[in-house]
Structures are given as C-alpha cells and as structure tokens.
C-alpha cells in the first residue's frame, strides 16, 4: 500500500514563507493525482491545490497567487510553497492521492492520505 508522508509544517509569521513536501512510498505521480488539503479547528477540510497526472493544476481561490504546488520525479516529492501566508492559513495540512479511474478498475488502488503537518501563522 502507498504511504505519504509530509513534513515542512511549523511556525511562521504573516508575510512569511514556508514550505511543505510530500514523499510517496512509491513513484506514484504517474497514476495519481496530488494535492493538499487543509484542516482548520472547526472547519470542514478544504482542497487547497492539487496538480493532476498529466500536470495541470488548479488553487483554492483563497491561495491563488500566494501559494504553488509542484512536484520533483526525481526527488520523488510534491512541494507546496506557501509565500505572504496570513493568518487564516493556520491549519492541519495534508497530503493527498487520487488514483486514475484505469487504475481504480484495473488493480483496485484507492485514495490515500498523509498524517498532516501543522502550519500555524499568528495573528
């Protein structure tokens, strides 16, 4: 089974940057897509971006223009750097997998999560 394991989470003042990273088990970025979500306190858990197998990507428009996510075949790592973050991003932030539909059918693959990594941003 894919495991995803995040790091990169911690504290960091408004307008600061930050980044996080992703490492599959495996070279999974053929058949999954990837993106990150986020978890505030009292919230529901939120798609903050993701970049699909085939590289497109797509924001949250709350992030859109501050934050990018990206990957590295040879590092076998997802990135999202956070930059002018704010307040309101303080949250759990996870890692997520999303297999093709082939790869659902074909060898039964499910989605996977990460454990998160904590960012938090004062106010």
């Known amino acids: 089974q894919v495991q995803l394991v995040e790091s990169g989470g911690g504290l960091v003042p408004p307008g600061g940057s930050l980044t996080l990273s992703c490492v599959p088990s495996?070279?999974?970025?053929?058949?999954?897509?990837m993106g990150w979500y986020r978890q505030a306190p009292g919230r529901q858990r939120e798609l903050v971006a993701s970049?699909?197998?085939?590289?497109?990507?797509t924001y949250a428009d709350t992030v859109k223009g501050r934050f990018t996510i990206s990957r590295d075949s040879a590092k076998n790592t997802l990135y999202l750097e956070m930059n002018n973050v704010k307040p309101e991003d303080t949250a759990v932030y996870y890692c997520?997998?999303?297999?093709?539909?082939?790869?659902?059918?074909?060898?039964?693959?499910?989605?996977?999560w990460g454990q998160g990594t904590l960012v938090t941003v004062p106010s």
């Open positions: 495996g070279r999974i970025f053929s058949i999954y897509d």
């Open positions: 997520h997998a999303d297999p093709d539909e082939a790869a659902v059918s074909t060898h039964g693959l499910v989605e996977v």
């Open positions: 970049i699909s197998r085939r590289g497109m990507t």
